[in-house]
């Protein structure tokens, strides 16, 4: 009786050993492409890059493009991942509609669809951003400062991207907050940017036309940038003045720690390394045919000078 529970406890090792072995195999076995909408925006372009290392570094493939924003494009590169047989895309979708045939025909190949900011029906997971929400804690912060800094009443500009539905979301959500929130301020220019150079050329327009503008609130980290480089290079950085975005990127860390123009800036989820763990672990999920949800929603957290030090350790 011992010989036999010995030979069944050998047998138990054996297969665990054989199981490790197998998803070993097919760990090391991944092919994953990526696209993203611009890979100018750092935070974007930072998360691809991790992403990249945390594939290799278990002997998968990854390979990621940008589509500037382009939907033709982004279609053509999805068609060239199924032709390449990739097993997962990861996609920053350029327009929804325009994708919804490219990336159903991805899943019916048995290709599976990580979609980053977007709710999209041919999917397998849709990591989202209530955009939203996020664009009125922007607007919250930015009229908290407006009340107090400037009395309740300031010349406010806003830097959005409409071309894009969940920037356009995150948009109004700031115009919402702002009108509510600070009734005496006024939005008086309004323009799309999305990375430092758009920021800066539309912030020195906005100063030439408007030059008592104290407050610019961004939809992201990119133009926010753009908009601290404008605004210092039109001397216009004093105690009232502020810009509020999202990202929470390097370089608006550095601006709000050195007392420059950005104010505030909401972290989500975390900065490249972060974003690009937590993609790799449901890429991973995904691969291997786990269960999961098909709608994930990321944490959103406000950074101010007040507790910079919790969230940036550099």
Sequence with gaps: MKKIWKILAALVVVASILAAIGCAKKTTGMKVGMTVQDLSNQIWAGSCESLKKLVEADGGQFTYLDCKSNASTQIGQVENFIAKKVDVIVIQVADVQALETSLKAARDAGIKVYCWDDDVENSDINWLIDNYQLGRIIGEQAAK?????????????????????????????????????????????????????????????????????????????????????????????????????????????????NDEGCRMSVLITGGPNEIAAEIYSWVKKLYANEPVDRRVYRELFPVTQENISQYYKK
């Design 145 to 257: 400062w407006i009340n107090e800094k400037n009395g309740g009443k300031a010349e406010v500009a806003v830097l959005n991207y409409p071309q894009l539905v969940p920037l356009l979301q995150r948009g109004n959500g700031i115009v919402d907050a702002i009108t509510e929130n600070a009734p005496g301020a006024s939005i008086v220019k309004t323009q799309a940017a999305i990375n430092p150079t758009e920021g800066q050329n539309a912030t020195e327009t906005f100063f030439q036309s408007n030059p008592n503008i104290k407050i610019i609130a961004a939809i992201g980290g990119g133009a926010a940038v753009g908009a601290n480089n404008g605004a210092k290079a039109a001397n216009k950085i004093a105690p009232d003045f502020g810009i509020f975005a999202a990202d929470a990127t390097d370089e608006e860390m550095i601006a709000i720690k």
